[in-house]
């Protein structure tokens, strides 16, 4: 059956991915993003702010699956709220939710609001999946190239992380999307657990770079979250097979 998807988010670093494969598996996929885009075949781009609750009833109207993949650094929960609302007065089939591994664990603002919108999602009375996934390596990139250019490298004491690779997110998520209601997931990681330490070195070496490093203590509860692994999901997880230093192989190059 074709189905009528809105992917909130589908501008961006996972939405990019998961765009092509939804329209390319047969369906009408509708993009809501802030910014708007050109519509292509089978894709149509809608502008909305999910926070504000600007323009989402239009975007929802007559879609049969929601994928929220859209995302920020503050208002996750608002934004999850608002979407819930409307996609329930609309009648939606089925809502699909991207989370992160340690939502319900991790004492930090942005985990808080991912978990809230979870529950927004759970007790929204629609059919909902939800997915938590690992840091993307996207990301972590992001992350220490930050980091290793500071003239000493910080390497935050006890913080371990098992980055995934966003196309094998984008394949499960969109497999989520076109199968039936499930609930909350396994959760998705990566092939290994990382310190930071080894994080940054290994992308210097990449780079063709060095740093010294200098380790700092990560202070509070969220400090001791991340020491005692609350971040992972070391069983249970359903395990990628691209790792970090497959990713740097790829995008990076030394200079």
Same mark, same amino acid.
């Given at each position: 059956?074709?189905?009528?998807?809105?992917?909130?988010?589908?501008?961006? +670093?996972?939405?990019?991915?998961?765009?092509?494969?939804?329209?390319?598996?047969?369906?009408?996929?509708? &993009?809501?993003?802030?910014?708007?885009?050109?519509?292509?075949?089978?894709?149509? @781009?809608?502008?909305?702010?999910? $926070?504000?609750?600007?323009?989402?009833?239009? =975007? $929802?109207?007559?879609?049969?699956?929601?994928?929220?993949? /859209?995302?920020?650094?503050?208002?996750?929960?608002?934004?999850?709220?608002?979407?819930?609302?409307?996609?329930?007065?609309?009648?939606?089939?089925?809502?699909?939710?991207?989370?992160?591994?340690?939502?319900?664990? &991790? #004492?930090?603002?942005?985990?808080?609001?991912?978990?809230?919108?979870?529950?927004?999602?759970?007790?929204?009375?629609?059919?909902?999946?939800?997915?938590?996934? =690992?840091?993307?390596?996207?990301?972590?990139?992001?992350?220490?190239?930050?980091?290793?250019? %500071?003239?000493? &490298?910080?390497? #935050?004491?006890?913080?371990?992380?098992?980055?995934?690779?966003?196309?094998?997110?984008? /394949?499960?998520?969109?497999?989520?999307?076109?199968?039936?209601?499930?609930? %909350? &997931? #396994?959760?998705?990681?990566?092939?290994?657990?990382?310190?930071?330490?080894?994080?940054?070195?290994? @992308?210097?070496? =990449?780079?063709?770079?060095?740093?010294?490093?200098?380790?700092?203590?990560?202070?509070?509860?969220?400090?001791? /979250?991340?020491?005692?692994?609350?971040?992972?999901?070391?069983?249970?997880?359903?395990?990628?097979?691209?790792?970090?230093?497959?990713?740097?192989?790829?995008?990076? +190059? =030394?200079?």
């Amino acid at each position: 059956m074709t189905k009528s998807i809105l992917v909130t988010g589908g501008t961006g +670093t996972l939405g990019r991915l998961v765009v092509p494969l939804l329209r390319d598996a047969g369906h009408t996929v509708r &993009v809501l993003s802030r910014t708007g885009g050109a519509a292509e075949e089978d894709v149509e @781009y809608v502008t909305a702010d999910l $926070v504000e609750n600007k323009g989402v009833e239009a =975007a $929802v109207a007559g879609i049969h699956t929601v994928l929220h993949l /859209a995302g920020g650094p503050k208002g996750d929960d608002e934004a999850a709220r608002n979407l819930v609302r409307v996609a329930k007065a609309a009648d939606v089939r089925h809502l699909v939710y991207i989370s992160v591994i340690g939502a319900d664990r &991790v #004492p930090l603002g942005y985990f808080k609001a991912k978990f809230a919108a979870e529950q927004a999602v759970a007790e929204s009375g629609l059919p909902w999946t939800t997915l938590r996934a =690992a840091q993307f390596h996207d990301l972590m990139l992001t992350a220490v190239d930050k980091m290793t250019r %500071l003239p000493v &490298v910080p390497v #935050p004491g006890g913080v371990r992380l098992q980055p995934v690779d966003v196309r094998e997110v984008a /394949a499960r998520m969109a497999e989520l999307t076109l199968g039936d209601p499930a609930g %909350l &997931v #396994p959760d998705l990681a990566g092939p290994k657990v990382y310190g930071m330490r080894e994080l940054s070195r290994t @992308y210097l070496q =990449a780079r063709g770079r060095r740093r010294p490093m200098m380790p700092v203590r990560f202070p509070g509860k969220a400090g001791r /979250a991340y020491r005692a692994g609350e971040n992972l999901t070391l069983q249970g997880a359903t395990v990628g097979t691209r790792t970090w230093e497959d990713f740097l192989a790829e995008r990076v +190059t =030394a200079k």
